[in-house]
């Protein structure tokens, strides 16, 4: 774990975090204070939703976004390839279809969102290792931005590890979402998905990158306790973090009243989070903790936007609608149009909205824009999660949003 002499003087490498007010400052500390801050690879690590406190995405962070307002989005992820060994069962792009991205149009994508205020970008897929261009997309995007990798660990070699670690990649999860072999190759329906994910933690570890193994829960492990077993299991390998989010109702197969995780399920895992935290050993980060009313909230479509295979621009990955193809028109665009309809919210916007959605699917796995425009008078949100009472006494309701 870090020490705390450096931790402060990371802190205070970015004195503009001071011009944010007492009120946001001590939100800050006391939700820094719920993880132990590591030491992975020359970084000083809270958790792999955030970029390092030493890193040049911090400043970023604190400079555009926490001490002035800022209508931008502050996360993104991009499906590098649609291409995939594994066909998960909860796959949030199964349904989605088009003409792949070019390394160039990913190249400007990433530009675009450095441009409007990304400052931490998540690579995922299909199986983004699959990419021949992932080196170079990395490398292209770390200086600004601190970039994570969603990968099943298919396909990589201790090479590509190092080459990745060089480019810039700061944290990589590795996705394992049971403790047993047969099940989590179930899952994936693909056999050999269990080893190919310890192999991957083993030869990620060794290039010196700061590795989460990723799960993704379901209502049955959740309520029956069994995260328990999982956990357990995830800190016996020696992975830095273990990052967990609930089966979602992102595809018409989890459009489902009984698999859909509830409120009392997730204030359960954000209980879990915090009491084994304090306990230490491998950090918990629960990404409904991070989305959380008493945290950041939800920010699906207002900090958060997720880029397809195939262009198309939705709020987050776990949402299927789309605002448009950034082939059609300029990103920066698109996002002014989607951000427009949204607000930080206490509650998922998939958790909340999923059977408006599916109420206009007609039978299609993502909304068409013609359909997401007309959903969007339907939404609903949960009330304003406390980071953005505190930010908008101090900004204003909007914000920082153009008039």
């Not at 006391?30 to 000083?44: N, Q, S, T, W």
Request: glycine content about 10%; overall charge positive; hydrophobic content about 40%.
């Amino acid at each position: 774990m870090a020490t705390g002499s450096r931790v402060l003087r990371a802190l205070l490498a970015h004195p503009g975090i001071l011009k944010a007010g007492p009120a946001l400052d001590l939100f800050l500390l006391r939700y820094l204070r719920k993880f132990r801050i590591r030491e992975v690879g020359g970084h000083l690590i809270v958790h792999s939703h955030l970029p390092p406190l030493d890193s040049r995405a911090f400043g970023r962070f604190v400079d555009e976004h926490l001490t002035r307002p800022s209508a931008g989005p502050s996360h993104a992820q991009i499906a590098i390839t649609a291409a995939c060994p594994q066909r998960c069962d909860f796959c949030y792009n199964r349904e989605r279809s088009g003409r792949p991205l070019r390394k160039a149009e990913i190249l400007q994508a990433i530009d675009d969102l450095a441009g409007m205020g990304v400052f931490w970008l998540g690579l995922t897929g299909g199986e983004p290792l699959l990419s021949p261009a992932i080196v170079e997309i990395v490398r292209h995007a770390a200086d600004r931005c601190a970039v994570k990798l969603f990968t099943t660990g298919c396909t990589l070699t201790p090479a590509l590890a190092a080459d990745l670690k060089r480019a810039g990649l700061f944290s990589v999860c590795v996705s394992l979402d049971h403790w047993t072999e047969e099940a989590h190759d179930r899952g994936r329906n693909y056999p050999g998905a269990f080893r190919a994910a310890l192999r991957a933690i083993a030869i990620f570890k060794d290039a010196g990158l700061d590795v989460g193994a990723s799960a993704v829960l379901s209502r049955e492990l959740i309520v029956s306790g069994k995260y328990r077993e999982l956990l357990e299991f995830l800190e016996g390998l020696g992975v830095h973090e273990a990052w967990l989010s609930e089966v979602k109702p992102s595809a018409p197969a989890f459009w489902d009243e009984r698999v859909v995780v509830g409120e009392d399920e997730r204030r359960r895992l954000a209980e879990v989070q915090d009491a084994h935290n304090r306990r230490g050993g491998v950090t918990v980060n629960y990404l409904g903790h991070f989305e959380s009313g008493l945290a950041f909230g939800c920010n699906a479509g207002r900090k958060m936007v997720y880029v397809d295979p195939y262009g198309e621009v939705s709020p987050c990955v776990f949402t299927p609608v789309t605002f448009g193809n950034l082939r059609e028109r300029p990103l920066p665009e698109i996002w002014r149009e989607m951000s427009a309809g949204f607000r930080p919210s206490a509650t998922c916007f998939i958790n909340e909205n999923w059977r408006s959605i599916r109420a206009r699917a007609a039978g299609a796995g993502r909304l068409s824009a013609e359909a997401t425009r007309g959903l969007m008078s339907h939404v609903a949100f949960g009330p304003v999660p406390r980071f953005y009472q505190l930010y908008h006494r101090r900004y204003g309701e909007d914000g920082g949003r153009p008039a």
